[in-house]
Antibody, heavy 123, light 106 residues
Framework: EVQLLESGGGLVQPGGSLRLSCAAS????????MSWVRQAPGKGLEWVSG????????YYADSVKGRFTISRDNSKNTLYLQMNSLRAEDTALYYC????????????????WGQGTLVTVSS | SYEVTQPPSVSVSPGQTASITCSGD??????ACWYQQKPGQSPVLVIY???KRPSGISERFSGSNSGNTATLTISGTQAMDEADYYC?????????FGGGTKLSVL
């Protein structure tokens, strides 16, 4: 069974940094692209970032480009999201999700999703 | 940047058919998928590649995509189907979600 377990969320002041982790199990982690998707309280889903299986290609939403960095350690089956220069509008539940096809494939989707980790940016 | 639009809410009576739309410029030239999200839970994929159902998803869920509109159809709607539904499309290695539709089963 595929399992994704996020961690690392918490309360951080505006301008601060946080690193999220997503521990994966139940599949060959290095063979699959992965992604981060967030959901602000009471709001809809927003794609944040994605990374290829090898880690050689990364993709970002305009809203986080230059502030967030996605990475992965295939030896540890773990996905990361380094978040710098955090803003109040980054407050959200952050999900990691498995991407079943090559990242550029327009047939792509997210399945499954983790349970999420909450990031709150506030002074 | 590419955008897709969903109605904020849809209501349906139990046993009837619910249709939730997702609109975007030439969306039919892309692939649409749909997620169901119940309160306090993570999203769950219910339709991918316009009209395919993942294993374990009820046959009551179906999808279509043509022109500028993708549609999620739930036949014989049950109380358990009450949830938020999100469409999603993949555009040049970036991902677009619709704003979500709250399905009420009244």
């Amino acid at each position: 069974e595929v399992q994704l377990l996020e961690s690392g969320g918490g309360l951080v002041q505006p301008g601060g940094s946080l690193r999220l982790s997503c521990a994966a199990s139940g599949f060959t982690f290095s063979s699959y692209a992965m992604s981060w998707v967030r959901q602000a309280p009471g709001k809809g889903l927003e794609w944040v970032s994605g990374i290829s299986g090898s880690g050689g290609s990364t993709y970002y939403a305009d809203s986080v480009k230059g502030r967030f960095t996605i990475s992965r350690d295939n030896s540890k089956n773990t996905l990361y999201l380094q978040m710098n220069s955090l803003r109040a509008e980054d407050t959200a539940l952050y999900y990691c999700a498995k991407v079943p096809l090559d990242y550029g494939d327009r047939r792509n989707f997210f399945d499954p999703w983790g349970q999420g980790t909450l990031v709150t940016v506030s002074s | 940047s590419y955008e897709v639009t969903q109605p904020p809410s849809v209501s349906v009576s139990p046993g009837q058919t619910a249709s939730i739309t997702c609109s975007g410029d030439k969306l039919g030239d892309k692939y649409a998928c749909w997620y169901q999200q119940k309160p306090g839970q993570s999203p769950v994929l219910v339709i991918y590649e316009d009209n395919k159902r993942p294993s374990g998803i009820s046959e009551r869920f179906s999808g279509s995509n043509s022109g500028n509109t993708a549609t999620l159809t739930i036949s014989g709607t049950q109380a358990m189907d009450e949830a938020d539904y999100y469409c999603q499309a993949w555009d040049s290695s970036t991902v677009v979600f619709g704003g979500g539709t709250k399905l009420s089963v009244l």
